[in-house]
């Protein structure tokens, strides 16, 4: 199944790469609503989430030459729009304390799409952790998983704090690397957080 829809990703980006406009409009068809819904739980402000859905399509054919997708197509998508949301957050200073209390469940449940897209990065997430080296596993899940401090695992590994602040920056560097830069720092340590 999975094979599948990364072929079929695969031709669409080709499609893409091949200045196929056609491909643009059917992509834009099939995720403006699901990216839309996503954009506004968070926003809740439609023209602005208008905009930010157009600004993703848009830099989608702009850098179609040059794009990298390590992880399906939908969840590409799904990540360049909370990227450019939460771009928006900082870029009006907007402080929302209402957008980090219950992010897990509008993040994961907001539509049926975004769930099945939260589950893709999360096994992305997964599948780089387990390319980690073993000690940067063990630093790297003690931490996100078992939410140890940076002190904690110190102790309980015998290695310096420093070592464990190593660890976990690689950690983090090696999954926004592999996720081609499309998660701002937040989302990425929000997913990397939850992950069982």
Same mark, same amino acid.
């Given at each position: 199944?999975?094979?599948?829809?990364? @072929?079929?990703?695969?031709?669409?980006?080709?499609? @893409?790469?091949?200045?196929?406009?056609?491909?643009?409009?059917?992509? *834009?068809?099939?995720? $403006?609503?699901?990216? &839309?819904?996503?954009?506004?739980? @968070?926003?809740?402000?439609?023209?602005?989430?208008?905009?930010?859905?157009?600004?993703?399509?848009?830099?989608? $054919?702009?850098?179609?030459?040059?794009? +990298?997708?390590?992880?399906?197509?939908?969840?590409?998508?799904?990540?360049?729009?909370? *990227?450019?949301?939460?771009? +928006?957050?900082?870029?009006?200073?907007?402080?929302?304390?209402?957008?980090?209390?219950?992010?897990?469940?509008? &993040? +994961?449940?907001?539509?049926?799409?975004?769930?099945?897209?939260?589950?893709?990065?999360?096994?992305?997430?997964?599948?780089?952790?387990?390319?980690?080296?073993?000690?940067? +596993?063990?630093?790297?899940?003690?931490?996100?998983?078992?939410?140890?401090?940076?002190?904690?695992?110190?102790?309980?590994?015998?290695?310096?704090?420093?070592?464990?602040?190593?660890?976990?920056? &690689?950690?983090?560097?090696? @999954?926004?690397?592999?996720?081609?830069?499309?998660?701002?720092?937040?989302?990425?340590? &929000?997913?990397?957080?939850?992950?069982?």
């Amino acid at each position: 199944m999975f094979n599948s829809q990364k @072929l079929k990703d695969d031709l669409l980006i080709e499609r @893409l790469k091949n200045d196929d406009k056609k491909v643009l409009t059917e992509l *834009y068809n099939t995720y $403006w609503k699901p990216l &839309f819904l996503s954009s506004y739980n @968070l926003l809740k402000n439609k023209e602005l989430c208008e905009e930010i859905i157009q600004d993703v399509f848009i830099d989608l $054919w702009n850098k179609r030459e040059k794009i +990298q997708i390590q992880i399906s197509l939908n969840s590409y998508l799904y990540a360049c729009t909370r *990227y450019k949301v939460f771009a +928006q957050f900082r870029k009006n200073k907007i402080i929302r304390i209402e957008l980090y209390e219950d992010l897990k469940n509008r &993040f +994961q449940y907001s539509t049926p799409e975004t769930k099945i897209m939260h589950k893709e990065l999360v096994a992305q997430i997964n599948a780089v952790v387990e390319t980690l080296p073993r000690k940067c +596993q063990n630093v790297y899940k003690l931490s996100r998983h078992q939410q140890l401090s940076h002190k904690e695992i110190a102790e309980q590994l015998n290695i310096s704090t420093k070592t464990v602040e190593n660890h976990i920056s &690689f950690a983090l560097r090696a @999954l926004r690397n592999s996720l081609g830069h499309i998660l701002s720092i937040e989302l990425l340590v &929000f997913i990397s957080q939850n992950i069982k």
